[in-house]
């Protein structure tokens, strides 16, 4: 079936520093790009999405951008605070009745 | 209270025995899903409803699991005979057309 491939598994960032994460898709009917956060021992959270009509959407220190061309989007974190330490998720989202489908996701960790 | 709450929170059980979990979504939300996770990954999909219509279930899940939502609006999740396999953490999720999860704090299956 048709995948997300997300890259890297983990990151190590100094606090301050950006983080980006990257995620490849194959299906180019794929209209809608989710991310969610999860923090240690707590539930997944949305933090950001963004449709195929639209190159970039930002909020405050978080940004998805998307190629449709190269097929990927991306998560850049600006100015990194231990807070922004969780694992990220950028599930397969086909829409209509199909549901959401997540992998292993990126383990961020912000060092102080 | 207008997000998704599961109960209980937390559940040890010996093997064998029957566990039932509940989760009340987000009132306006026609949709929801029930989820797994275990250490290291991510939400592993099991079955998903709109309104009382059981529309999916995972082929990963044995006929010792079964959920309801008998009035279109809260959720169980009956598991039969548990294994130690079955310890994991159980997440429902809720959203309004096929998007933006909102998920649970999930119930934390322990069997012993």
């Known amino acids: 079936g048709e995948n997300v491939e997300q890259h890297p598994s983990t990151l190590s960032v100094q606090e301050g520093d950006s983080a980006v994460i990257k995620c490849t898709y194959s299906d180019s009917a794929s209209n809608y790009f989710p991310w969610y956060k999860q923090e240690l021992g707590k539930r997944p959270q949305l933090i950001i999405d963004i449709r195929s009509n639209v190159g970039e959407k930002k909020d405050q220190r978080i940004a998805v951008t998307l190629n449709k061309t190269a097929k990927h989007f991306s998560l850049h974190i600006t100015e990194t605070q231990p807070e922004d330490s969780a694992v990220y998720f950028c599930p397969r989202a086909p829409g209509g009745y199909q549901k959401v489908t997540f992998g292993t996701g990126t383990k961020l960790q912000v060092i102080p | ?112």
């Open chain 2, 1 to 112: 209270d207008t997000g998704v709450s599961q109960d209980p929170r937390h559940k040890i059980t010996k093997r064998g025995q029957n566990v039932t979990f509940r989760c009340d979504p987000i009132s306006e939300h026609n949709r929801l899903y029930w989820y797994r996770q275990t250490l290291g990954q991510g939400p592993e999909f099991l079955t998903y409803f709109q309104n009382e219509a059981q529309l999916e279930k995972s082929r990963l899940l044995s006929d010792r699991f079964s959920a309801e939502r008998p009035k279109g609006s809260f959720s169980t999740l009956e598991i039969q005979r548990t294994e130690q396999g079955d310890s994991a953490m159980y997440l429902c999720a809720s959203s309004l057309a096929q998007e933006r999860y909102t998920f649970g704090s999930g119930t934390r299956l322990t069997v012993v």
